[in-house]
């Protein structure tokens, strides 16, 4: 027993010794392995290939596992996605084929009204591809110079516009080249009609990356969201070209936001819509005007 209880003693001495000079006891042999990696670079790297052949096995039979169990938590999350996208297709499926029906009855509806009015369709609209080749945006101006003129078939006034809505209109053109003045540039103002309510506006650029809704009857009756179309009045577009949406509703102040992005314009349409009177003929002589600004059958000139 007393054998016993000694060896408990001189146990719990060497296992506080241990403990008090472990750290020491591993930087020591931490400079040992490194000097033994020094003298004999051989034997050391014939010991990390072995560990390596060794632990290999044993690596590949955890990862297993755990791979297979990786695919079948990513199964499982792909298949809950597919259920929620297939829900979401569904509804909009659904929300589809109501708009494919009510267009089909405006259609025809349409179709009607015009052979009652003896409707005529307009000519086609001709465009021209053009790349910007020079920008013209700075603290006073608003616009772009493009590679197509006269020769190409561009024509003073002409609209640019782009995939979502109008850019703008051609302001002055040569022979290779021309210039379209943007529809945020201050210069730029345009007639317009808000799509839902039909009321007939002013769209003015102010050179900041929104336009300001000008003369409304009444400013309560614009909502956020509403479309802004031109209105073809004035002999400067025809009626529906899309412009921008309401963003801001304040006191006495309407602000849309363009559709056209014009930090990352590279190529627009020019627009010839084929309808006469909207676009000036370069070729002729200009009307005589009573007063700058306005021609002789007293329409303001764009």
């Not at 027993?1 to 010794?17: H, K, L, T, Y």
């Not at 297939?86 to 499926?93: G, I, V």
């Not at 009652?116 to 790349?131: D, V």
């Not at 000008?214 to 909502?223: E, I, K, N, P, R």
């Amino acid at each position: 027993m007393a054998i016993r209880d000694d060896f408990e003693v001189v146990a719990g001495q060497v296992r506080s010794a241990v403990q008090r000079f472990a750290l020491g006891l591993l930087i020591i042999a931490a400079f040992g392995i490194m000097l033994v990696g020094k003298a004999d670079t051989v034997l050391v790297e014939h010991v990390r290939v072995v560990a390596l052949d060794l632990a290999t096995p044993m690596l590949e039979a955890i990862a297993r596992p755990v791979g297979v169990a990786n695919r079948a938590i990513a199964d499982l999350q792909e298949f809950a996605s597919l259920r929620e996208e297939n829900a979401r297709l569904r509804e909009e499926n659904a929300r589809l084929l109501a708009w494919q029906t009510a267009a089909r009855r405006l259609e025809n509806e349409n179709e009607g009204l015009r052979g009652l009015a003896r409707f005529r369709e307009g000519p086609e609209a001709s465009f021209i591809t053009a790349r910007l080749v020079g920008d013209s945006v700075s603290a006073y101006v608003r616009g772009a110079l493009l590679n197509v003129g006269r020769r190409a078939g561009a024509a003073h006034g002409q609209a640019v516009v782009t995939g979502e809505g109008l850019a703008g209109r051609i302001a002055e053109v040569g022979e290779n080249s021309a210039r379209v003045l943007f529809v945020t540039d201050v210069n730029s103002r345009l007639p317009v009609l808000i799509e839902r309510t039909r009321e007939r506006a002013i769209v003015a650029g102010d050179n900041s990356p929104q336009l300001r809704l000008t003369l409304l009857q009444s400013v309560a009756g614009v909502q956020r969201g509403d479309r802004i179309i031109t209105s073809g009045h004035g002999g400067s577009f025809p009626v529906g070209i899309p412009i921008g949406e309401v963003v801001e509703t304040g006191e006495g102040s309407v602000r849309v936001r363009p559709f056209a992005d014009f930090s990352r314009l590279e190529f627009v349409r020019v627009v010839d819509y084929g309808v006469p009177g909207l676009v000036s003929n370069p070729g002729s002589a200009a009307p005589a005007t009573t007063q700058p600004g306005v021609s002789s059958t007293g329409q303001r000139v764009r």
